[in-house]
């Protein structure tokens, strides 16, 4: 994944803030205790938006000695009312626990309502963070007010947490192209990223707020597929749940077979190549079928030995084919780590080469043209937050989740209802987490957010389906 550009930059210039882009790739360890007068609150993000709740996060920096701006304890408090009463804005949610990287939940909103709301630290309040999404008019950031969503029809049947992008023994964050553009490593004293990203995520989905029925993670687990990160990946899954019935898992392209003589002990897997992955999870181009409730999920690997790009074998395609001409009709999840549609691929920054290759598309989607059951496509590879558009006449919607390893750091909950489903993304939010998230927001010269964030709308939203017949 690459994002380069000179729009974000030129932003920063002019508003006398490109101080906040870390120099190190760091955020430094000790916060600095601000005063009243030289407070930032700044980032503030509307980031979760349910029937019933709002999540807000946002960061405090003040100058060092040297004009730099780091990190500032201070509190967190959220003021809100509804957006139609002549009231002001009371507040709802106070932290007084000193914090530089600010997360607040409050819960007992009410359906489809709107909302004001400011979010403070120190009497300052927070300003919108500088990217084309949060800035852009008419969004939740820039207008102080949000809508809460209504909740399709019917009771509520089970809660699917969709993941993708751990990178398990990844060292530099942000490269692209040799060490290009400048990464971002974890602090020396601290574990590595990709561990404590994943713990975060593991953590809150067995927490009662989130109380996840299944976790589906779309890819890159590992950033290399050597033996000692395969088995690294599986033991931290297997200590929160059981494959093939807590989590399912396909794999991504740094999941993919590998040469040399790292993966020499692992079985071949073609020619030369060397497959440790499969040790530990299941045979390269080999789909998985989990059935729940009446709900089936299809998981794709659409890995190629070499390269960035996606492919669908065709075994793996007469598989598929078998098992959706076997039962069209019956409510299907697919997921697979690599995007499927023209629209992902022209608007990736790798191009449409990153993506499912056209002619294996094509194919997909007249497959789920003559299965009307299926009803989403979950894909990562893109670290990015965005829905996109079918290329055929199925009722599919193709949902691409940002990475868990690095800003925004998180996952998409998707709650079925008896009339439809409710998707959301969440920040993951241990402290260790908010300060990862909050360095990884500059990477590749601090556009990362402009790309990644998505949209509210592509983060939160309501679809409309009949799931009358699950369990």
Same mark, same amino acid.
């Given at each position: 994944?690459?994002?380069?550009?000179?729009?974000?930059?030129?932003?920063?210039?002019?508003?006398?803030?490109?101080?906040?882009?870390?120099?190190?790739?760091?955020?430094?360890?000790?916060? !600095?205790?601000?005063?009243?007068?030289?407070?930032?609150?700044?980032?503030?993000?509307?980031?979760?938006?349910?029937?019933?709740?709002?999540?807000?996060?946002?960061?405090?920096?003040?100058?060092?000695?040297?004009?730099?701006?780091?990190?500032?304890?201070?509190?967190?408090?959220?003021?809100?009312?509804?957006?139609?009463?002549?009231?002001?804005?009371?507040?709802?949610?106070?932290?007084?626990?000193?914090?530089?990287?600010?997360?607040?939940?409050?819960?007992?909103?009410?359906?489809?309502? #709107?909302?004001?709301?400011?979010?403070?630290?120190?009497?300052?309040? !927070?300003?919108? !963070?500088?990217?084309?999404?949060?800035?852009?008019?008419?969004?939740?950031?820039? /207008?102080?007010?949000?809508?809460?969503?209504?909740?399709?029809?019917? $009771?509520?049947? $089970?809660?699917?947490?969709?993941?993708?992008?751990?990178?398990?023994?990844?060292?530099?964050?942000?490269?692209?192209?040799?060490?290009?553009?400048?990464?971002?490593?974890?602090?020396?004293?601290?574990?590595?990223?990709?561990?404590?990203?994943?713990?975060?995520?593991?953590?809150?989905?067995?927490?009662?707020?989130?109380?996840?029925?299944?976790?589906?993670?779309?890819?890159?687990?590992?950033?290399?597929?050597?033996?000692?990160?395969?088995?690294?990946?599986?033991?931290?899954?297997?200590?929160?749940?059981?494959?093939?019935?807590?989590?399912?898992?396909?794999?991504?392209?740094?999941?993919?077979?590998?040469?040399?003589?790292?993966?020499?002990?692992?079985?071949?897997?073609?020619?030369?190549?060397?497959?440790?992955?499969?040790?530990?999870?299941?045979?390269?181009?080999?789909?998985?079928?989990?059935?729940?409730?009446?709900?089936?999920?299809?998981?794709?690997?659409?890995?190629?030995?070499?390269?960035?790009?996606?492919?669908?074998?065709?075994?793996?395609?007469?598989?598929?084919?078998?098992?959706?001409?076997?039962?069209?009709?019956?409510?299907?999840?697919?997921?697979?780590?690599?995007?499927?549609?023209?629209?992902?691929?022209?608007?990736?920054?790798?191009?449409?080469?990153?993506?499912?290759?056209?002619?294996?598309?094509?194919?997909?989607?007249?497959?789920?043209?003559?299965?009307?059951?299926?009803?989403?496509?979950?894909?990562?590879?893109?670290?990015?937050?965005? $829905?996109?558009?079918?290329?055929?006449?199925?009722?599919?919607?193709?949902?691409?989740?940002?990475?868990?390893?690095?800003?925004?750091?998180?996952?998409?909950?998707? #709650?079925?209802?008896?009339?439809?489903?409710?998707?959301?993304?969440?920040?993951?939010? /241990?402290?260790?987490?908010?300060?990862?998230?909050?360095?990884?927001?500059?990477?590749?010269?601090?556009?990362?957010?402009?790309?990644?964030?998505?949209?509210?709308?592509? $983060?939160?939203?309501?679809?409309?389906?009949?799931?009358?017949?699950?369990?």
């Amino acid at each position: 994944m690459s994002c380069c550009g000179p729009s974000r930059r030129t932003l920063l210039a002019a508003i006398g803030l490109a101080a906040l882009l870390p120099v190190t790739g760091t955020v430094r360890s000790s916060a !600095a205790r601000a005063q009243p007068n030289s407070l930032v609150a700044t980032d503030l993000e509307v980031v979760t938006i349910t029937d019933r709740s709002v999540i807000l996060t946002w960061t405090t920096v003040t100058p060092d000695p040297t004009g730099r701006l780091v990190p500032a304890d201070s509190d967190t408090e959220v003021r809100l009312g509804p957006a139609d009463s002549p009231r002001a804005v009371t507040p709802v949610y106070t932290d007084a626990e000193p914090t530089p990287f600010h997360y607040a939940e409050i819960d007992g909103l009410e359906p489809g309502r #709107r909302y004001r709301f400011e979010a403070v630290s120190n009497g300052v309040r !927070a300003s919108p !963070a500088l990217s084309l999404t949060t800035l852009t008019p008419g969004s939740p950031e820039s /207008t102080s007010e949000f809508t809460t969503l209504v909740p399709p029809p019917g $009771r509520p049947l $089970r809660t699917l947490a969709l993941a993708n992008d751990v990178h398990y023994g990844e060292q530099v964050s942000g490269l692209v192209i040799g060490d290009l553009p400048p990464g971002f490593r974890q602090e020396p004293d601290l574990p590595p990223y990709p561990e404590v990203m994943l713990a975060a995520l593991l953590d809150d989905l067995r927490r009662p707020d989130r109380d996840a029925d299944r976790l589906i993670i779309a890819g890159d687990l590992t950033n290399e597929a050597t033996a000692a990160e395969s088995r690294a990946v599986r033991a931290h899954l297997d200590r929160w749940g059981t494959l093939g019935r807590d989590y399912l898992v396909a794999r991504g392209n740094h999941d993919r077979p590998h040469l040399g003589a790292a993966y020499q002990a692992c079985a071949p897997a073609a020619a030369d190549h060397h497959d440790c992955w499969a040790h530990e999870f299941t045979p390269r181009q080999q789909l998985i079928e989990h059935e729940v409730g009446g709900l089936r999920l299809i998981g794709l690997d659409t890995s190629e030995l070499d390269g960035a790009g996606g492919s669908i074998e065709r075994p793996q395609f007469e598989h598929l084919a078998e098992l959706l001409h076997a039962d069209p009709d019956r409510p299907t999840l697919v997921f697979g780590h690599h995007p499927v549609t023209i629209e992902s691929g022209l608007t990736n920054t790798a191009g449409p080469g990153f993506v499912l290759n056209r002619p294996d598309s094509a194919e997909l989607q007249s497959l789920y043209e003559r299965a009307p059951g299926v009803f989403l496509q979950h894909s990562g590879h893109t670290h990015r937050n965005r $829905r996109t558009r079918p290329d055929a006449s199925c009722a599919v919607e193709f949902l691409e989740v940002a990475a868990v390893k690095e800003y925004p750091g998180g996952y998409s909950l998707l #709650r079925l209802y008896e009339g439809g489903y409710m998707v959301n993304f969440y920040k993951t939010r /241990t402290p260790a987490a908010k300060r990862w998230s909050a360095t990884t927001r500059a990477e590749y010269f601090g556009l990362l957010p402009d790309y990644t964030l998505g949209t509210c709308a592509d $983060r939160n939203h309501v679809v409309l389906r009949d799931f009358s017949g699950l369990r």
